[in-house]
Every structure is written in C-alpha cells, then in structure tokens.
Nanobody, 128 residues
Framework: QVQLVESGGGLVQAGGSLRLSCAPS????????MGWFRQAPGKERECVST????????YYADSVKGRFTISRDNAKNTVSLQMNSLKPEDTAVYYC?????????????????????WGQGTQVTVSL
C-alpha cells in the first residue's frame, strides 16, 4: 500500500522560509510525476508546483514563481518544496501528490484529479 508522508510545515513569519518534504512508502517504481498542492480554508485545492520523473518539466503557479523551488530525488522517490519569502497568502494545508503513469498533456498535471496518491497534508501558516 502506498502512503505519502509530508513533513516540514509549521508557523513562520512573513518573509521567512520553510522546506516541505514528502517521503512515499510502498512505492516499488519511479512515478511519472510528483507535485505539491495547497488548500486554504474555503478555497479549492490548487496546484503549487509539479515535477516529472526526469525533472525536465517543472511547473510553478504564478503566485509562487521565484519564491518556491521543487526538487526530486529519484533514488529515494522523495520530493521537496523549498519555500522562501513566504507571504500570509501562502497559508494553507500543503499536500504531496504522486501520479504513476505518464500523461498526454503536461498541463494536465496541474489538476488534482490526475494524481493517484495523496498525503494527509501539512499545515503552513505565515503570520504578519
């Protein structure tokens, strides 16, 4: 059974940094894509960043470009999200997601329903 465990969330002041990590267990293969999504209270889950197996396709939401960096360790099947210059509007529960198979259109990786496995989420709170 595949399980994704996120870590690294917490409370930070605006302008600070956090690093999220996702460590899957039960994965016996290298998934095609891994990503980070977030959901704030009263809002839909949105894509923050995704990365494909080769690292050749990386996506960032406009709201985090230049501040967040996604990375992937294929040997360990882990994915991380370095978040710098955090803003109060980054406050949300952050979820790690894994897609097993390739996808016809890379842009499809921005949609939550394209993913096969999800973590339970880690809270990120950015205060003024």
């Amino acid at each position: 059974q595949v399980q994704l465990v996120e870590s690294g969330g917490g409370l930070v002041q605006a302008g600070g940094s956090l690093r999220l990590s996702c460590a899957p267990s039960g994965l016996t293969f290298r998934p095609y894509a891994m990503g980070w999504f977030r959901q704030a209270p009263g809002k839909e889950r949105e894509c923050v960043s995704t990365i494909t197996r080769s690292g050749g396709n990386i996506y960032y939401a406009d709201s985090v470009k230049g501040r967040f960096t996604i990375s992937r360790d294929n040997a360990k099947n882990t994915v991380s999200l370095q978040m710098n210059s955090l803003k109060p509007e980054d406050t949300a529960v952050y979820y790690c997601a894994v897609r097993v198979l390739s996808i016809a259109t890379i842009a499809g990786l921005r949609f939550p329903d394209r993913y096969d496995y999800w973590g339970q989420g880690t809270q990120v709170t950015v205060s003024l």
